[in-house]
Structures are given as C-alpha cells and as structure tokens.
C-alpha cells in the first residue's frame, strides 16, 4: 500500500511560480514512474509530466518549457516547479505513483493551483 501526500498548491498571480511536492509512504519495494496529473472544472483529468525511476521524463506539451518535474528516489518524492504560470493552469493537481510490484497506481489527495489576478 502507498499513500501519497502532495504539499504546495496555492494561489498566484498570472506568471508567478509555484511548487509542489509529493512524498510516498507506506509498505512497498519501490516505485516505478511518478508523475503529475490536473483536473479542472469540467474537464477530464489529464498528464501534466511523468518520471521514470531511471529519470526518463514525459511532459504535457503545455507544460514544456515552463514546468519541471524532479525526483528523489531515496526519498520517494516528486516535484513538480511550475514556472509562468497561466490562468488556464488553475486545477486540482494530482500525484500519481506506479508500485513495482504488484503493479497498482495510486493516487494523492490533490492540492489546487489557483492562477489569479
């Protein structure tokens, strides 16, 4: 079982910068791809950037060039800055975490970004 706890959101204005970090624990071997995903109002959820343990990276084209996502394996979290922040980035963000064995993904509790003049 993995529990996944995201810190960081907030609110910020237009081209301001936020990050969030996400920590596992509980009772694993160790995790495979870690990730971001966001959900805004009557919207579907969707890839926001995705890490492999071996560092591979996997961004949504809206996040490239103005997010990074970080990893500490040792520590079992993820972070994700978030650079030039735009209104149309307001959303519940989500971290996302794939056990090695047996392979299940598990999910936070969200935090919500709010990009606001």
């Known amino acids: 079982q993995v529990r996944l706890v995201e810190s960081g959101g907030g609110e910020v204005q237009p081209g301001g910068s936020l990050t969030l970090s996400c920590a596992a624990s509980?009772?694993?071997?160790?995790?495979?791809?870690m990730g971001w995903y966001r959900q805004a109002p009557g919207k579907e959820r969707e890839l926001v950037a995705v890490i492999t343990r071996g560092g591979m990276i996997n961004y949504a084209d809206s996040a490239k060039g103005r997010f990074t996502i970080s990893r500490d394996n040792a520590k079992n979290t993820v972070h994700l800055q978030m650079n030039t922040l735009k209104p149309e980035d307001t959303a519940v963000y989500y971290c996302n975490a794939d056990s090695e064995w047996p392979p299940i993904a598990y999910w936070g509790q969200g935090t919500q970004v709010t990009v606001s003049s």
């Open positions: 509980g009772s694993f071997s160790s995790l495979n791809a």
